[in-house]
């Protein structure tokens, strides 16, 4: 067996009793050795599974072959499959223990039992005919004379049988009735251990009413000193089991904080130890967390991890309930939430009380309120179901710290294992602490490799759980790396993304948190700067510079002329890009932006720009007014498409170029094409083209000139 493991092994010595034992052990073995009285007795140690019985019996053992004038005997009935086997082995093996003693009789001995071997299958007959089998004169000189080598040897033969409770109700019969044969062999002792409840409840069923009581008189029968194991005491158990949960933490090399030990040691004292009855338990618990410990090292809360464990141990019934309706324990019971099929949070409530009371309907009142109590410690949630005590925003601490209430961990805690497509927190932390010490392009491999794991989604739902935790290094180093990586991570434009932005929208609102927590303007100035430039892909470094500039007043962060200089910087680089193409066919969906920084700055500088284009193309026009027409989704339409030129639209690029300039050249290109029919105005509806942008433009013009309108058709 492993190191790692505890063997739940019997122990033999007296240096290695941890529940006082072995005094109670050793004075059995004093009565067996002092007694006078020749006849034959049986005394039963009884215990529950678990208990340490086996450990008492190779105590008495050990304290009697100490003896001169002892002969000690094992018998394993569960080793044997049939009545005949067994009585065949008893025989053989008293034989053997008696021709140890008695040399110049062993053959002799040996004979009888070849010969009456096969009165075993008497066992298998009904009880009505055992007084004539026993009448029977060969069975009697078979065990007169073995009564005669007892005598002869001067010596007290022990007989131990365990486990008995192992056994099925058949065997456990025949096993008495052999025990009931034999027993009035002479200077014999039987030394019969097991759980008293579960024999009397196996053996009742043949005599009396054939209830647990008929059992319990038949044993009483049989058994002539029926002695309790002595129960462990409470304190010994709890070291005990304490020195197997540390040896568990040890051999994982985990490491656990001052407040996790407390949290740990409390919740276990409090919720745990009245449930610890039996050193197995405690063996069972350390075992399971020898397994447990290892497989989920770093992936979830190690504290939730000891406890859910000690609840599949000490609790089992509770365990599997939680395993199989999660939804009871890590959903909200806010009076806003509905469940499968329209339940409400009442019948939802009024559900989960009858299921933890059915739970525990087999425990004390004690054991009953130390479960609930756990429970809400692991669950924070069943305070809002039964204390209505709400945690509105518990679930992001939940989610930081990894408890087994997060939706998003909940799985892991009885799956062993990282499920695929989610994260590995080992991985992900490992990346999170290498932040500083590694260059950006160690840093780009080891975000991709993380994505590719998982994906997008999830790393960004991972390390926003760093946002107020992180160095000025580390979030220099990683922002830059998501700038520089952005293409990683997409975009989300369709209508159903529900203004979400998609993965790329929600990385610039993670570097925009890190940029405002750091307190140093210059240095998230300067960082912001090299955002601006060419090395970041220019939709998101316009992403990035959208949320920089929102807030009012005191919230933004930077200055006036701070935001002047960005825009600055992202339309000279903007420019470049463009090449010979004008900026508002290469950048439409920034127009707005880049046209009203423009205009603040330099608005003669704009002007001629625009019209250099204009005057040159004239489907740069339409394209001037496309880039200006406001782009639209709708449920019926999710992809986006151009709705109406408004007056707004018209108001901005009047401003920027002389409307009569706009409308006379718009003649002179389109004359034609404009007149052909009237101008379209429409909801909803993504018909419209670059004509009627320009008819929609007339119409704002025919008005604002004190014209007569334009036809409109609607």
Not at 291 to 297: E, R, V
Not at 344 to 359: A, G, I
Request: with cysteine.
């Amino acid at each position: 067996m492993s190191e790692h493991y505890s063997s739940d092994k019997p122990v033999e010595i007296e240096n290695q009793d941890r529940f006082q034992r072995y005094g109670f052990s050793k004075r059995i073995a004093e009565t067996i050795v002092q007694r006078e009285n020749e006849e034959g007795i049986v005394i039963g140690i009884y215990g529950a599974w678990g208990e340490g019985k086996t450990s008492v019996l190779n105590f008495i053992k050990s304290e009697l072959d100490l003896k001169e004038n002892i002969l000690t005997l094992t018998l394993n009935p569960w080793r044997y499959n049939d009545e005949e086997s067994l009585i065949k082995n008893f025989l053989n093996k008293v034989a053997e223990v008696l021709g140890k003693e008695l040399d110049t009789n062993k053959e002799k001995l040996g004979s009888f039992i070849e010969k009456y071997g096969t009165f075993g299958s008497i066992i298998g007959k009904d009880v009505s005919e055992i007084g004539k089998n026993l009448s029977n004169v060969d069975l009697e000189t078979l065990k007169n004379r073995i009564d005669e080598f007892l005598k002869e040897s001067e010596s007290k033969l022990v007989i131990f049988v365990d486990d008995i409770d192992r056994l099925d109700k058949q065997e456990i019969y025949s096993l008495f009735r052999l025990v009931k044969l034999t027993a009035d062999f002479t200077n014999t002792t039987y030394v019969l251990s097991f759980d008293e409840k579960m024999v009397a409840s196996a053996i009742g069923e043949r005599f009396g009413k054939g209830n647990i009581d008929s059992g319990h008189n038949f044993l009483e029968k049989i058994i002539q000193v029926p002695l309790q194991i002595p129960q462990a005491q409470p304190d010994a158990l709890k070291k005990y089991c304490f020195e197997l949960v540390d040896n568990a933490i040890n051999k994982s090399t985990l490491e656990l904080t001052k407040e996790e030990v407390q949290r740990f040691v409390s919740a276990f004292s409090h919720n745990i130890l009245l449930r610890l009855k039996t050193p197995r338990l405690a063996i069972r618990y350390g075992n399971s967390l020898s397994f447990a410990i290892p497989l989920l090292k770093g992936e979830v809360n190690h504290v939730d991890l000891m406890l859910i464990e000690a609840i599949k141990v000490f609790y089992p019934k509770h365990y599997l309930f939680i395993k199989s309706f999660p939804h009871y324990f890590t959903s909200s019971y806010s009076s806003r939430s509905t469940y499968g099929d329209g339940q409400s949070v009442k019948e939802k409530k009024e559900e989960l009380k009858k299921h933890l009371d059915k739970l525990a309907s087999d425990l004390t009142k004690n054991e009953k309120d130390a479960i609930f109590q756990l429970l809400k410690t692991l669950f924070p949630r069943l305070n809002e179901a039964f204390h209505n005590t709400f945690q509105h925003e518990g679930h992001k601490q939940w989610l930081k710290e990894k408890r087994i209430v997060s939706t998003s961990y909940f799985k892991r805690y009885f799956s062993y294992a990282v499920i695929e497509g989610e994260l590995s927190d080992v991985m992900f932390e490992e990346f999170m602490q290498s932040l500083e010490a590694i260059e950006i392009k160690d840093i780009a491999k080891g975000m991709k490799d993380i994505i590719n794991e998982s994906s997008p989604e999830n790393f960004l739902f991972k390390v926003r759980t760093y946002e107020d935790s992180l160095s000025w290094k580390a979030s220099q180093n990683l922002i830059l790396t998501i700038a520089v990586m952005s293409e990683l991570f997409p975009k989300g434009d369709s209508f159903f993304s529900f203004g979400m932005g998609g993965a790329q929208s929600q990385a610039s609102i993670f570097i925009y948190n890190l940029l405002k927590n750091h307190k140093d303007n210059d240095e998230v100035f300067e960082l912001s700067k090299t955002l601006m430039g060419k090395e970041i892909p220019y939709d998101f470094a316009y992403q990035i510079n959208n949320w920089l500039r929102s807030g009012e007043g005191e919230e933004k962060i930077f200055k006036q002329e701070q935001y002047v200089e960005l825009a600055t910087v992202l339309r000279k680089r903007a420019l470049e890009e463009c090449g010979e193409l004008p900026i508002f066919v290469k950048f439409p969906d920034n127009i707005f932006y880049i046209f009203s920084t423009w205009y603040e700055n330099n608005p003669e500088d704009l002007e001629s720009y625009l019209k250099g284009y204009i005057d040159e193309e004239p489907k740069y026009l339409k394209q001037l007014f496309l880039a200006l027409t406001p782009t639209a989704t709708s449920s019926n339409h999710p992809e986006p498409y151009k709705s109406n030129f408004d007056k707004e639209g018209y108001d901005y690029i009047t401003n920027i170029l002389n409307k009569d300039y706009l409308h006379a050249k718009i003649n002179e290109y389109f004359s034609d094409e404009l007149h052909q029919e009237g101008v379209k105005f429409q909801r909803f509806d993504h018909n419209q083209s670059e004509i009627n942008i320009l008819r929609q433009f007339e119409h704002w013009y025919s008005k604002d000139d004190g014209i007569e309108e334009a036809e409109i058709v609607e």
